[in-house]
């Protein structure tokens, strides 16, 4: 298998001597270098060309496999490229001429030019030119992707790809690219991106893109209305890129416009909607925290008929618990409220800011809903805060209730643990 990349290192070791035809080059050393050795195994195993001539020290050698010998005083052969593409060429001009494959968008993966030492793998900096040359590809590769069909019948090296208007009013019209780099167009870097989100392989991601295709085709048809070589057609596109994109974005925007202000007041109604779902389940579940703090309040009447202190603790344990339980509950759904307000706000936020271009039915829509959904934000919030404050009335309430009943017993049990935590300090300063 060829190399060019091995070729490239071969030559350089070589010190690049000049091509004496299209195809080959001869090399004359005069004195021994060790270098020698290694430039020819690696030369040979390029396979890109052969040995036509060696004489070593005035002798010719006939062996396709000869060894350098380990001395030497002269060192001279002549060496042919082969045919086909072996990815060596002579210069730019030279691949733009006989590698058919560039017409298709396709560059070869190894690639050495002579003339001006350039390597398409390993070396430190990259060739403009050179990528230059693989953006064009790109695009070649793009446009035929968008195509309708490719037009192969002229000639082997000659590839059109045809573009039709899709119009049932004015009939379908028909434009032809021929793809074809010079090297004028190398100085050219073509961003094939929009035409990438394009390809037919996106048709799962972007369900609008059939249309979008078809607007890009009919683009390309009304930016060549006026010119007729198929040739000419692609050079222009080349050099006049950008200004090419700048239609193709205005058409696609004139389409988009057609029923943009509809679309927008559909996503303001089902915005508005989901948002008042989400605040409608939320107050339903307020609605049942409320219920159950006059039900926390039955505790207090338990808690007078205790029978002893006891009894009357573990009755404020469990309305303590209780509050605790619903304050913590109210929390969670006040951090629910939150997200439901930025979502709220993250779901208007671009409407809002295009508010200005939208028509006027559509504006006082847009406003009447962010208006009712602050409102009921609003007030939502105050209930919140407010019943997370009512939760603890029960609590607070019996343990008041708890500590009137008992206020002997329970100075009395304080003076004891104040007694025996005395002792204890006492006990502990003596050790």
Request: glycine content about 6%.
């Amino acid at each position: 298998m060829t190399s060019s990349v091995l070729f490239a290192t071969a030559y350089r070791l070589l010190g690049r001597p000049k091509l004496q035809t299209r195809s080959s080059f001869s090399f004359r050393a005069d004195s021994y270098s060790q270098e020698l050795a290694p430039a020819i195994a690696t030369l040979r195993a390029s396979q890109v060309g052969r040995f036509d001539e060696i004489l070593v020290d005035g002798k010719e050698i006939q062996s396709v496999d000869f060894e350098v010998p380990d001395k030497w005083s002269t060192f001279e052969f002549v060496y042919k490229l082969g045919g086909g593409e072996i990815g060596v060429y002579k210069n730019f001009q030279q691949l733009l001429i006989e590698c058919k494959a560039i017409v298709r968008g396709v560059v070869p993966k190894e690639l050495y030019l002579i003339d001006e030492d350039i390597c398409s793998q390993g070396d430190a900096v990259s060739d403009p030119r050179l990528d230059n040359l693989k953006s064009l590809c790109d695009l070649i590769v793009c446009l035929a992707d968008l195509a309708h069909y490719h037009d192969e019948k002229l000639r082997g090296e000659e590839y059109r790809l045809i573009f039709v208007e899709e119009d049932g009013v004015r009939g379908a019209k028909t434009i032809a690219l021929q793809p074809n780099i010079d090297l004028e167009l190398l100085q050219y870097n073509v961003s094939s991106l929009l035409l990438g989100a394009l390809l037919e392989s996106n048709f799962e991601k972007n369900p609008h893109i059939v249309k979008e295709r078809s607007i890009f085709r009919a683009s390309l048809v009304e930016f060549f209305a006026e010119v007729s070589d198929s040739r000419e057609r692609f050079k222009l596109l080349v050099v006049n890129w950008k200004e090419f994109l700048r239609l193709y974005n205005n058409n696609l925007d004139t389409y988009l416009s057609g029923f943009s202000f509809h679309k927008a007041k559909q996503e303001v109604g089902t915005a508005e909607l989901s948002i008042a779902d989400q605040l409608s389940k939320l107050i339903s579940d307020i609605s049942g925290k409320i219920l159950s703090i006059p039900i926390s309040l039955v505790v207090l009447v338990a808690i007078a008929k205790a029978e002893n202190g006891f009894e009357s603790a573990i009755l404020v344990l469990g309305v303590a618990i209780t509050s605790f339980i619903m304050a913590e509950t109210i929390a969670a759904q006040k951090l629910q409220y939150n997200r439901i307000s930025h979502s709220r706000r993250l779901l208007f936020s671009a409407h809002e800011k295009k508010i200005e271009i939208y028509p006027d039915d559509l504006k006082e829509y847009l406003r009447s809903a962010v208006r009712g959904l602050a409102r009921n934000e609003k007030m939502l919030g105050r209930s919140l805060v407010a019943l997370r404050c009512l939760v603890w009335i029960p609590a607070v309430s019996a343990a008041a209730l708890h500590g009137f009943i008992y206020k002997v017993e329970l100075v009395d049990g304080w003076g004891k643990i104040t007694s025996m935590a005395g002792s204890l300090l006492s006990a502990l300063r003596c050790c």
